[in-house]
């Protein structure tokens, strides 16, 4: 028998009774979960600033070997396209398309790991709801697609030859982040249903290029076969590459009436369905819970 005297603090007593453990499976956090957020959005900024050089710099310096062959391909003895220089009418293009792949990269990637890694309970166990998940995750991949964008956007304003001042701050801006955020979903998407490297390879290679390429970034869409244009009019790369070089050159190469007013919708209603789409695959745990 212990016959010790046993000392409690003045307020364990009291403490005890008024903070009693919540019921199972009643959230603690009622309100958004900022902290707990913002520590995943800056975990996976991290994972991949530690590699910026194949992150960051790497899609930059590709990107600009394209402008390189392109410009001396085919931007010799004036060429203008839609009232504007070749090579001023590509870059914003290249900025824009290395900017789409590197946000579809980096969120194809987050959950991917983790389910090859077995490290995905660290995606599941914390207390953050589903769309604090979507926001940490699609954030991080906005923000490695604004740094090579801002990488490109830098060194191409030393570029000689080629002239990147924005016309419309405001369009350069809001298409970079919708169309940085359509890639992010679709990333996310990938990473859920991915089981390894390849497959989300192979949606790099069948679905994300194609796209990128066929967006009117090398050429204008308005110079087309017209059954060529309703194809491209049907992508909505097209669309976030359209205004944002709208942004910078103050023009569009489409014969759709209100061309800007139609991408912006068109691109809102891409990232609302790509982003319920994304939201009932992370709650229902489809791929993700055993």
């Known amino acids: 028998m212990n016959d010790q005297p046993q000392f409690l603090s003045p307020d364990s007593t009291e403490s005890a009774a008024t903070r009693p453990f919540a019921e199972p499976g009643v959230p603690h956090i009622r309100a958004l979960n900022v902290p707990g957020m913002l520590a995943l959005y800056v975990k996976e900024v991290r994972r991949f600033f530690k590699v910026q050089l194949?992150?960051?710099?790497a899609p930059a310096i590709t990107t600009l070997l394209f402008l390189v062959i392109f410009t001396v391909a085919l931007g010799g003895a004036g060429r203008q396209v839609i009232g504007v220089p070749f090579a001023d009418f590509i870059a914003p293009g290249l900025?824009?398309?290395?900017?789409?792949?590197n946000?579809?990269?980096n969120s194809s990637f987050s959950l991917l790991v983790g389910k090859i890694q077995g490290t995905i309970v660290d995606y599941l166990m914390p207390p953050l709801a589903v769309g604090e998940l979507m926001i940490a995750l699609v954030g991080a991949a906005i923000t490695r697609a604004m740094l090579v964008?801002?990488?490109?956007?830098?060194?191409?304003?030393?570029w000689p030859g080629v002239h990147v001042g924005a016309d419309h701050l405001w369009a350069v801006a809001l298409f970079a982040i919708l169309g940085a955020m359509m890639l992010g979903f679709l990333g996310l998407i990938t990473s859920v249903w991915?089981?390894?490297?390849?497959h989300a390879a192979a949606v790099?290679?069948?679905?994300?290029?194609?796209?990128?390429?066929?967006s009117g970034t090398f050429y204008s869409v308005d110079r087309l076969a017209p059954w060529f244009q309703t194809i491209a009019h049907a992508n909505p790369v097209y669309y976030a590459i359209m205004?944002?070089?709208?942004?910078?050159?103050g023009?569009?190469?489409?014969?759709?009436?209100?061309?800007?007013?139609?991408?912006?919708?068109?691109?809102?209603?891409?990232?609302?369905?790509?982003?319920?789409?994304?939201?009932r695959l992370l709650a229902s745990g489809w791929k993700l819970k055993a």
């Open 103 to 105: 946000s579809f990269a």
């Open 95 to 101: 900025i824009m398309m290395a900017m789409l792949q």
């Open 194 to 198: 991915a089981e390894k490297f390849d």
């Open 149 to 158: 964008g801002s990488a490109l956007w830098l060194a191409m304003s030393f």
């Open 204 to 214: 790099t290679n069948f679905v994300v290029t194609p796209l990128a390429l066929l």
């Open 54 to 57: 194949q992150t960051i710099w």
């Open 243 to 249: 205004g944002f070089r709208y942004g910078f050159i």
């Open 251 to 279: 023009t569009v190469d489409s014969t759709i009436a209100h061309p800007v007013q139609t991408a912006i919708a068109v691109l809102v209603a891409a990232n609302i369905v790509l982003g319920l789409v994304t939201y």
